[in-house]
Nanobody, 114 residues
């Protein structure tokens, strides 16, 4: 099973983008779906998470601006990003943590311009 992330691009500060991450097949034992990002010259950081129960958490830096969601039937997770800031520029990665291991998407680049 592979995760395909999409939706990145160039956007002006204050704008919005929606990232998607689609699984190519069924994944068993899912515990949590997460989005991470890695800005140039920085370490990868966690952005948002949605548990199988539906519980959601966000990093403080994106709280109130980003929304994580999932469509189980479509095997897809999303990250709606509003009020984008220059500091949000990064490669965004989706991640699914299961009872048996992790799945990572290939990353999608988000560039926020002034």
């Amino acid at each position: 099973v592979q995760l395909q992330a999409s939706g990145g691009g160039l956007v002006q500060a204050g704008g919005s983008l929606r990232l998607s991450c689609a699984a190519s097949g069924s994944i068993n034992g899912i515990k949590v779906r997460r989005w991470y990002r890695q800005a140039p010259g920085k370490e990868r950081e966690w952005v948002a998470a949605i548990m199988t129960s539906g519980l959601i958490n966000y990093a403080d830096s994106v709280k109130g601006r980003f929304t994580i969601s999932r469509d189980i039937a479509k095997k897809t997770m999303y990250l709606q990003m509003n009020s984008l800031e220059l500091e949000d520029t990064a490669v965004y990665y989706c991640n699914i943590n299961t009872l048996y291991g992790h799945y990572w998407g290939q990353g999608t680049l988000v560039t926020v311009s002034s």
